[in-house]
């Protein structure tokens, strides 16, 4: 028996929630956009994958205290938390990463020989916008269990 504030979701319906593409994108998109920044973030701590200071531009390192080294520390922290708003809330989450990757496609734009790079993350900018506005749509949407 279920109580007015307990809602059920039937076999169905479940079913046809996870067939809806547009449900399975939002869902594809929701773990890139957890999963990337959270282990991007982490390596800004132990540059395994790139040494990250390289792409900082010399005008920011120039304005902010500490080493470029220190400013990635930062940005780590940054990205993490993005990750986990967006695995929490993605309608705010997506506009975070998205205003982020904008941040970060300026400060590429500044040093040059990192275009393609830029570029590249315009497209995850307009993943990001795409999952934010996916996100609003969904929201409400009872995922199934």
Do not use: C
Request: hydrophobic share 55%; net charge positive.
């Amino acid at each position: 028996m279920s109580s007015p504030t307990t809602t059920t979701t039937s076999a169905p319906a479940r079913r046809a929630v996870l067939a809806d593409p547009g449900y399975q994108a939002f869902v594809i998109l929701r773990i890139g956009f957890t999963v990337a920044p959270v282990l991007f973030g982490l390596d800004k701590f132990i540059n395994l994958l790139v040494d990250w200071p390289v792409y900082l531009a010399p005008w920011i390192n120039d304005i902010v205290p500490g080493s470029a080294q220190q400013a990635m520390y930062a940005v780590g922290v940054i990205e993490i938390v993005a990750g986990v708003a967006v695995a929490l809330a993605p309608r705010f989450g997506g506009w975070l990463v998205a205003g982020w990757l904008a941040g970060i496609i300026v400060n590429l734009l500044t040093v040059p020989g990192h275009y393609d790079i830029a570029l590249r993350d315009f497209g995850l900018l307009l993943g990001a916008v795409a999952l934010a506005r996916l996100a609003q749509h969904y929201h409400g949407t009872r995922r199934p269990h």
